[in-house]
């Protein structure tokens, strides 16, 4: 299972971290991806990391202000998001990849999470 949390309400320019915490099974060697959407929108891929932290992808729309990282001994992974614009409110999901391989289709994340609701007012 995979748990997303650290939505919220925020304003344009400031900053919110998102947390996906894996658990319920082995996890090892995965791909930790982010994606949102917002309504009436199709869904985005915001940014993915591997195993180690040494490949990395982000979406052209967040390159440059939103970091993906993880803690592995914590199953968690992170997405910082600084700069935050209105554009960026949707629904934030976390997902994995298990063939460890960073791709932005969302057709190759096995696990989702629930998703977590950021809101970003101007």
């Known amino acids: 299972q995979l748990q997303a949390s650290g939505g919220g309400l925020v304003q344009a320019g400031g900053s919110l971290t998102l947390s996906c915490k894996a658990s319920?099974?082995?996890?090892?060697?995965?791909?930790i991806g982010w994606f949102r959407r917002a309504p009436g929108k199709a869904r985005e891929f915001v940014a993915a990391?591997?195993?180690?932290?040494?490949?990395?992808a982000y979406g052209d729309s967040v390159k440059g202000r939103f970091t993906i990282s993880r803690d592995n001994a914590q199953n968690t992974g992170y997405l910082q998001m600084n700069a935050l614009k209105p554009e960026d409110t949707a629904v934030y999901y976390c997902?994995?990849?298990?063939?460890?391989?960073?791709?932005?289709?969302?057709?190759?994340?096995?696990?989702w999470g629930q998703g977590t609701q950021v809101t970003v007012s101007s």
């Open positions: 997902a994995v990849d298990t063939t460890n391989a960073v791709r932005k289709e969302s057709r190759y994340y096995d696990y």
């Open positions: 319920g099974r082995k996890w090892n060697r995965y791909v």
């Open positions: 990391t591997s195993w180690t932290g040494d490949s990395k």
